[in-house]
């Protein structure tokens, strides 16, 4: 369809507030609904300034680098590749621009980009990662020449280790790196709450990234959230330990 250009509004985005989803995060339904509502009905001018700032910081970078105290620490080149946003609008430029452009997932608020290719160097650490029920504690994602060549974790892996395994070709490129800039989507402390698009959230996916505007179709995807990271292009902070800081940074000069 986006390749056809048909353009597409998908509500959900990981939190729609289902009984099953409040009980992985540790909240009660009528909470999460409340979150969810709360960044659907975002300011989308304001989204749509937030998303077009760090758009052009990372569009005018070269490498990003992200680190956490424990232990993530990857570089990825970024030099020359298209930067999407999601910010809940489809405008006339998205349009024209065709592909990934021409969807929204609801609630809206992320910034990505796809990698150069084979130039992923370092590691990426969730403490946390949610697959099919069960949770992975302590993932670690190791990458070199832009291939993920180790996972572990402290538990929690078996299912993970299998459903990859069992994938094809492509499943260990590292496919995009994710920014969320929706700050009406707050995680509520003490639980064990993550989506893409809090403002801050910082997320990794491996294997397919058609939806960020790559060539990657492979059927595997592994994609971590890691809340509490700080991402840096060729020095400056875009989110820092987990707060999005770069209209903070902009606004300041």
């Known amino acids: 369809m986006q390749r056809r250009g048909v353009r597409q509004v998908q509500l959900g985005n990981g939190l729609y507030p289902t009984e ?54 990857l570089r990825v080149r970024i030099a020359g590749r298209p930067v999407g946003v999601s910010d809940g609008v489809i405008s006339p430029g998205d349009e024209r621009r065709g592909g990934a452009s021409t969807a929204v997932w609801l609630p809206a608020g992320e910034v990505y980009v796809t990698p150069v290719p084979r130039t992923a160097e370092g590691t990426a650490v969730a403490d946390r990662y949610f697959f099919e029920g069960g949770v992975v504690e302590g993932l670690r994602l190791e990458f ?40 009406d989507v707050n995680i509520p402390e003490h639980s064990r709450m993550v989506g893409w698009m809090p403002a801050g959230m910082v997320t990794v996916a491996v294997g397919e990234n058609l939806w960020a505007g790559g060539n990657n179709s492979s059927a595997s995807g592994v994609v971590p959230f890691l809340p509490g990271t700080t991402l840096m292009v060729e020095g400056t902070p875009v989110v820092r330990e987990g707060r999005l800081v770069a209209t903070e940074e902009t606004a300041a000069r």
């Open 20 to 73: 099953d989803a409040a009980r992985q995060f540790g909240l009660d339904r009528e909470r999460l609904a409340e979150i969810f509502w709360r960044g659907v009905n975002t300011d989308y001018g304001r989204l749509q300034a937030t998303g077009e700032r760090v758009r052009l910081l990372l569009a005018s970078g070269k490498e990003l680098r992200l680190t956490h105290p424990n232990g993530t620490d």
């Open 144 to 183: 070199k020449q832009g291939r993920l060549t180790a996972m572990t974790a402290r538990s929690g892996l078996e299912r993970l280790r299998r459903f990859y395994d069992a994938a094809l070709a492509g499943k260990d490129e590292l496919g995009a790196v994710d920014i969320g800039i929706n700050p």
